[in-house]
């Protein structure tokens, strides 16, 4: 099953089908997953069945990048309940001070020279946190490999989250080239 939901109605499409016995894989994106779902009772139901792709990394991988990112919002929010959000945003933030650092190259902080500056960006460097980017091309995909996480409650007190598979690229994604308008 493919859903792109809240949490919560993640959490009730799981539920009801491990109680009706219907035990197939779910497979979501970022949307469709918070940690505290794991304090639920569907938690046994999503760490079964819930598989979430995304292009970031969780905050519970054995990662320098990640553990510095993690140390960093526990530092600002110690009480807070991270989850996947921490990491893309400061993936995005990264993506943003190249795109900056590059119009500033080029002496041209007008919008279009923003813009012509993010289209610059071929190998965006996140320290890992993103799947590696290309911006180069107007209209086209800048990433074609994914994450698969799943629900853990081992790392509940992080990001309820492990790795089931790290960056990987299907055959589908890499001849994959967009409709052009």
Same mark, same amino acid.
């Given at each position: 099953? &493919?859903?792109?939901?809240?949490?919560?109605?993640?959490?009730?499409?799981?539920? $009801?089908?491990?109680?009706?016995?219907?035990? $197939?894989?779910?497979? =979501?994106?970022n949307p469709t997953y918070s940690p505290l779902l794991l304090g639920t009772p569907v938690a046994a139901a999503l760490e079964a069945n819930l598989y979430i792709m995304g292009s970031s990394i969780p905050l519970s991988a054995d990662n320098p990048a990640a553990q510095k990112v993690l140390a960093a919002y526990k530092a600002k929010f110690p009480s807070?309940?991270?989850?996947?959000?921490?990491?893309? =945003? *400061?993936g995005v933030g990264k993506i943003w001070e190249q795109t900056l650092k590059a119009a500033c190259d080029a002496k041209d902080l007008t919008r279009a020279g923003i813009e012509a500056a993010f289209h610059t960006l071929t190998?965006?460097?996140?320290? =890992?946190? &993103? @799947?590696p980017l290309d911006y180069s091309t107007a209209?086209?995909?800048?990433?074609?490999?994914?994450? $698969?996480?799943?629900?853990?409650?081992?790392? $509940? @007190?992080?990001?309820? &989250?492990?790795?089931?598979?790290? &960056?990987?690229?299907? +055959?589908?994604?890499? +001849? *994959?080239?967009?409709?052009? =308008?």
């Open positions: 099953m &493919l859903l792109t939901t809240t949490p919560k109605q993640t959490a009730s499409a799981v539920g $009801v089908a491990a109680v009706g016995g219907f035990n $197939v894989p779910f497979l =979501g994106n807070g309940k991270p989850n996947a959000g921490v990491t893309y =945003g *400061y190998s965006v460097d996140t320290d =890992g946190i &993103l @799947a209209g086209g995909i800048p990433a074609k490999q994914t994450f $698969v996480v799943r629900p853990s409650k081992a790392t $509940v @007190a992080i990001d309820g &989250l492990k790795i089931e598979k790290q &960056l990987f690229t299907t +055959d589908l994604a890499k +001849d *994959y080239t967009p409709p052009t =308008g």
